[in-house]
């Protein structure tokens, strides 16, 4: 048998660690969960069973002549629980790892579209099923890890592009705003192919073809799963134009008054008339039912259903340069 024990805290002094301590893994109480009787839950039992065993260990001088020592001023042995045998503890998560052979085989894996999980993985390796010294959870983690590393990357390689356009074009205009953490939260731009053209026709074309922008947001279909906003109109010749872009962190009130705070720094005035998609509406509208458990009112799916009338009848005095989706 061995002791199941854990490193769980330490506590330094002047930058330098003075107390460690170390205990079960299945120590603390169960945490109360939750449970969605409208959503499939796994039953899963917790591990946890409060059990008591721990280890305290301070670093401390017992006579000014002496270097300091570590010491075990408190040790409980004693377990509520049966103990895992030896060939089991590799599981504990102190003492599940990754190897960096494994990491970088994983990694080339996914990138080539292969399946990455504990069985497959171990299959792959001829290892036999808990050979592995680490758990499916620590794959998810490892994934999730590299996703944020390269997000991070790519939001800086896309400030770095904008910057460059601009220092290519000086009339190419952006604004981006970074958060406390110094990450990218949002950014406006000009769309990438009208790089050589920024300023001069789009900025005329907003001039002509601002009666009517079409504000849309697409909503998260990238891969960091931020929203994408466009603004564009249309010309005399029914074509599209498309005057600005823009990446959101999310979809609250402050954001949108920047977005549009900015739009009309960039393009000098304000458009007459701005028209919001009909994804929008469409994927707001059962949310909307759903917050006020409205599912079952007729006259609420009434509505619904004769949503195809409703904007008529509030911008029958502007302009929607033919535009009838609402």
């Known amino acids: 048998m061995v002791l199941e024990f854990v490193k769980i805290n330490m506590i330094k002094k002047n930058n330098k660690i003075v107390r460690r301590d170390l205990s079960c893994h299945r120590g603390r109480k169960k945490p109360v969960k939750v449970i969605d009787t409208s959503k ?30 570590w010491h075990v001023p408190r040790f409980v042995k004693q377990h509520n629980h049966e103990l895992l045998l030896p ?22 894996h996914k990138e080539a579209g292969l399946s990455i999980d504990y069985s497959s993985y171990g299959a792959r390796k001829k290892v036999e099923h808990s050979g592995l ?10 994934f999730m890890k590299v996703k944020k590393m390269i997000a991070h990357d790519d939001a800086m390689g896309l400030i770095e592009s904008v910057k460059l356009a601009k220092e290519e074009n000086i009339k190419f205009q952006y604004a981006c705003t970074i958060d406390e953490d110094r990450r ?29 922008v079409i504000f849309d947001t ?4 990238n891969a960091y799963n931020m929203p994408r906003v466009i603004f564009m109109g249309i010309s005399n010749h029914e074509n599209t134009i498309l005057f600005r872009c823009a990446l959101l962190h999310n979809e ?13 720094q960039a393009l000098r005035k304000p458009p007459k008339t701005i ?52």
Request: glycine share 2%.
């Open 40 to 69: 499939d839950q796994t039953k899963r039992e917790s591990s946890r069973c409060g059990c008591n065993a721990h280890v305290r260990i301070n670093l401390r001088r017992v006579f000014e002549i002496f270097s300091e020592e």
């Open 87 to 108: 060939h089991e503890t590799h599981l504990l998560p102190c003492n599940r790892v990754i190897t960096a052979e494994d990491e970088e085989k994983m990694l080339l």
């Open 133 to 142: 010294p680490f758990i499916e959870k620590d794959i998810r983690n490892l």
């Open 184 to 212: 990218l939260e949002h950014l406006f731009w000009c769309h990438v192919q009208s790089f050589d053209w920024c300023h001069v026709q789009s900025f005329d074309w907003y001039h002509n073809y601002r009666d009517v």
């Open 218 to 221: 697409t909503y998260k279909v």
């Open 252 to 264: 609250t009130t402050s954001t949108f008054k920047w977005l549009m705070k900015t739009f009309v």
């Open 275 to 326: 028209l919001n998609s009909p994804e929008e509406f469409e994927h707001n509208w059962p949310l909307t039912i759903e917050k006020y458990n409205l599912q079952n009112y007729k006259h609420v799916k009434g509505l619904y259903q004769s949503r195809h009338f409703w904007a008529p009848a509030y911008l029958r005095d502007y302009m929607d340069v033919a535009i009838k989706e609402i």
